[in-house]
């Protein structure tokens, strides 16, 4: 079973960049599709972004397209996602995902949905300030 790790979540201003990492281990990384989501206490799990098993193939979030970059390097077994021009709506906790079962890919009407990962990280808290 593999296991993920995030980190590099902080307080930052409005307008700031950060960089989130998830690291994973005992699985192999780069044969599945990744993502990641946000929750806000009382919400639902977000949808953020997800990437394809080779990095060739990405989908983002309305909320932030054009702002925010994922990429994975399956040599290290991380992902990333690298944020801009944060906004106070972005303050959440960040979790990284393994889609479930063989899925290398997840097409629009897959990626957004939380049941179509079946390994999560422990999340980091973003904060940003207005």
């Known amino acids: 079973q593999v296991k993920l790790v995030e980190s590099g979540g902080g307080l930052v201003q409005a307008g700031a960049s950060l960089r989130l990492s998830c690291q994973a281990s005992?699985?192999?990384?780069?044969?599945?599709?990744m993502g990641w989501f946000r929750q806000v206490p009382g919400n639902e799990r977000e949808f953020v972004a997800s990437?394809?098993?080779?990095?060739?193939?990405?989908g983002y979030a309305d909320s932030v397209k054009g702002r925010v970059d994922i990429s994975r390097v399956n040599r290290e077994s991380t992902m990333y996602l690298q944020m801009y021009s944060l906004q106070h709506d972005d303050t959440a906790v960040y979790y990284c995902?393994?889609?479930?079962?063989?899925?290398?890919?997840?097409?629009?009407?897959?990626?957004?949905?939380?049941?179509?990962?079946?390994?999560w990280g422990q999340g980091t808290q973003v904060t940003v300030s207005s």
């Open positions: 995902a393994r889609a479930r079962g063989d899925k290398r890919f997840l097409g629009p009407g897959m990626r957004e949905r939380p049941e179509e990962y079946g390994d």
């Open positions: 005992g699985g192999n990384f780069g044969a599945y599709a």
């Open positions: 990437i394809s098993w080779n990095g060739a193939a990405s």
